[in-house]
């Protein structure tokens, strides 16, 4: 071979030694003088394996360095683990699945809405935000009561009150059914439960009310209570079971999905005269 001049060398040529072609030390003692030459024209040392390793892209044994997220690898900052995100991420956890850290959880505008802890529930909306959903054909009859005052004439016709499991009396006189109660102090005759729901901020009472006698100053009123406030409606001096709406309940200070006790009274103006109800109706708004 014939010699070859190397850059930046001295003009220092290297030729294969004669004859060595097939001498193993030979050849030996040749490439060391090869690679010190060319690290002399080159400015460089090739024994770099020191370097070569601190220059190795870092790896995470996803078998022990991953606990659920990223860790900190070689030296890093961090910002890979789901503590230092600024935005929110979703991350598997140790159970392979999706969590969610730092992101906008909530019942607010642009939030997430999450499940909540065992047994797992949708927190309280408020149902005016909820879109979508038709109320059509549903009622909102919050609580009603029901006698019989319109029973016909006739002993045939209006309640009976049968022997037990006798489902075809005929011959048992028929009622009409109504509360009662006597005097000016009110007197609770029925009760139920009333759910506060978001939407609901007024309830209506509607009631078939009377009184023993027509005489001036023998009004029957019925009162609702429901929570912490209620409403009253009266029939004025009537002796006619009569329906009479006058009085909403101001509900929208009641807390949503609070479970609140109906009662329901009857009072007489007069403390020697009778009130009667035969229906009572509560309607939502």
């Not at 103006?269 to 939502?284: A, E, R, T």
Request: glycine letters at 10%; a negative charge; hydrophobic letters at 35%.
């Amino acid at each position: 071979m014939a010699g070859t001049e190397l850059p930046n060398s001295g003009n220092t040529t290297l030729s294969l030694p004669p004859n060595t072609a097939n001498d193993i030390a030979a050849m030996r003692n040749y490439m060391k003088r090869l690679v010190g030459e060319l690290e002399r024209a080159f400015g460089k040392q090739f024994d770099n394996t020191a370097a070569v390793a601190a220059e190795t892209n870092p790896t995470v044994d996803l078998t022990t360095d991953v606990s659920g997220i990223l860790p900190t690898v070689n030296g890093g900052t961090g910002s890979e683990e789901a503590a230092n995100a600024a935005s929110g991420v979703c991350i598997l956890d140790a159970g392979a699945k999706v969590a969610i850290a730092n992101l906008p959880v909530g019942t607010g505008a642009s939030q997430l809405v999450q499940m909540t802890a065992a047994p797992a529930k949708l927190p309280a909306v408020d149902g005016s935000q909820l879109t979508g959903i038709t109320t059509t054909g549903y009622s909102n009859v919050l609580f009603e009561w029901h006698g019989a005052t319109q029973a016909g004439s006739g002993d045939n016709n209006g309640i009976v009150s049968a022997t037990d499991g006798d489902f075809t009396d005929t011959t048992t006189e028929g009622k009409s059914v109504y509360l009662r109660m006597k005097g000016n102090a009110y007197i609770a005759l029925l009760s139920g439960r009333f759910v506060k729901v978001s939407g609901v901020s007024t309830v209506t009472i509607h009631a078939k009310l009377w009184s023993n006698t027509a005489d001036a100053g023998s009004d029957t009123t019925l009162k609702v209570d429901i929570g912490t406030t209620n409403g009253t409606v009266t029939n004025n001096d009537s002796a006619t079971p009569t329906w009479v709406t006058t009085s909403t309940i101001d509900v929208s200070g009641l807390t949503n999905g609070t479970v609140y006790t109906i009662t329901v009274s009857l009072i007489n103006q007069n403390p020697n005269s009778y009130g009667f109800c035969s229906d009572i109706m509560l309607i939502g708004s």
